[in-house]
């Protein structure tokens, strides 16, 4: 009997501390303050290709994943709660494949987990091809979205190209539109200029476009 009672104490101790490691808290200033948590969506998916690559026909769909792959390990890593709209190459509506579903199914998981921000992954494309740069948009007369577009942008710079001047813009995108809070939607670079095509594809450059994302959400949360 008194053996059942130990083993009972132990195994409560046990779901104690479970509970404990599976709540992250970020110590600020000597207080605990509550965990951050962050929606990141790769864009497209399934049918939904998006841009393709100029030189390979690589889709934009699976680099906007493993992107946002690394970026949520970065997050976790941080103890950033993370939440994924899609984590495979199929879209989130399945086939056949509707984009008007699929975005409305986007939107209602974004809306379903209320994070503190959202961040859509994307890869730009256009008929120039000597066009390049990662570049920011957040939705129209946001100030938060401005302010969390900016950092990501300020991060992109430093970390992935210096040479980058381009600026935050405005975007009335779909899914920056169906969330009150923060979000910014991020093209990463073009897939029509070969030279930016041949680096989106490179495991370094996706983690060095990862920790961009990554640096300028933690300084927007920080702030
Ligand atoms: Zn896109």
Redesign the pocket.
């Known amino acids: 009997m008194k053996k059942i009672f130990t083993v009972i104490i132990i195994i409560l101790i046990l779901l104690l501390c479970l509970t404990w490691w599976e709540t992250p808290r970020r110590e600020v200033c000597g207080e605990v303050d509550r965990s951050y948590s962050v929606v990141l969506d790769a ?2 998916g399934g049918t939904d290709g ?2 393709l690559g100029i030189t390979t026909g690589c889709k ?2 699976d680099i ?1 994943l493993a992107i946002t792959l690394k970026t949520k390990a970065l997050l976790e890593s941080a103890q950033v709660h993370v939440v994924l709209t899609r984590d495979n190459e199929g879209s989130l509506c399945g086939e056949p494949y509707s984009k008007q579903r699929d975005m409305q199914l986007r939107a209602r998981l974004i809306n379903d987990a209320a994070p503190d921000i959202v961040v859509s992954v ?4 256009y008929p120039n091809a000597s066009v390049k740069g990662a570049q920011v948009f957040y939705y129209p007369d946001s100030e938060q979205g401005e302010a969390l577009a900016g950092k990501i942008q300020e991060s992109f710079v430093m970390h992935a190209d210096k040479e980058n001047k381009r600026v935050i813009k405005e975007g009335d995108f779909f899914l920056l539109r169906t969330y009150a809070g923060p979000s910014a939607l991020v ?1 990463c670079g073009f897939l029509t200029c070969p030279e930016e095509e041949r680096l989106l594809l490179e495991q370094e450059y996706q983690d060095i476009v990862a920790y961009s994302i990554f640096d300028g959400i933690m300084r927007y949360l920080m702030t």
Do not use: V
Request: net charge negative; proline share 0%; glycine share 16%.
């Open positions: 864009g497209h998006g841009a934009e769909a906007n994307h890869m730009n494309s093209e």
